[in-house]
Nanobody, 118 residues
Framework: QVQLVESGGGLVQPGGSLRLSCAASGGTLDYDSIGWFRQAPGKEREGVSCISISDGSTLYVDSVKGRFTISRDNAKNTVYLQMNSLKAEDTAVYYC???????????WGQGTQVTVSS
């Protein structure tokens, strides 16, 4: 069974950048779409961005529009989330999943921690 593995998180200062990766372990990105989600301490998990694997169309939550960019490399079976102009409120554990809607996700990975702090 294909598993999605997140990586690329870390500690960054406000205004900095990080690139998260979501790699398909044991297979290919043979899904309609891949979504990035995040969960901050004490808050519910929320959708951040989503990309269609077939045509590359994208969606973003309003709070990250203009700062985050989702992309995919089908040859590497990887989806990326480029995060620029990071803010303290972007601090969260970030997850990728094989759906754009939280209710459609049946399995979550370990996630990758993003901490934005000076």
């Amino acid at each position: 069974q294909v598993q999605l593995v997140e990586s690329g998180g870390g500690l960054v200062q406000p205004g900095g950048s990080l690139r998260l990766s979501c790699a398909a372990s044991g297979g290919t990105l043979d899904y309609d779409s891949i979504g990035w989600f995040r969960q901050a301490p004490g808050k519910e998990r929320e959708g951040v961005s989503c990309i269609s694997i077939s045509d590359g169309s994208t969606l973003y939550v309003d709070s990250v529009k203009g700062r985050f960019t989702i992309s995919r490399d089908n040859a590497k079976n990887t989806v990326y989330l480029q995060m620029n102009s990071l803010k303290a409120e972007d601090t969260a554990v970030y997850y990728c999943a094989t759906d754009c809607v939280i209710d459609g996700v049946t399995s979550w990975g370990q996630g990758t921690q993003v901490t934005v702090s000076s």
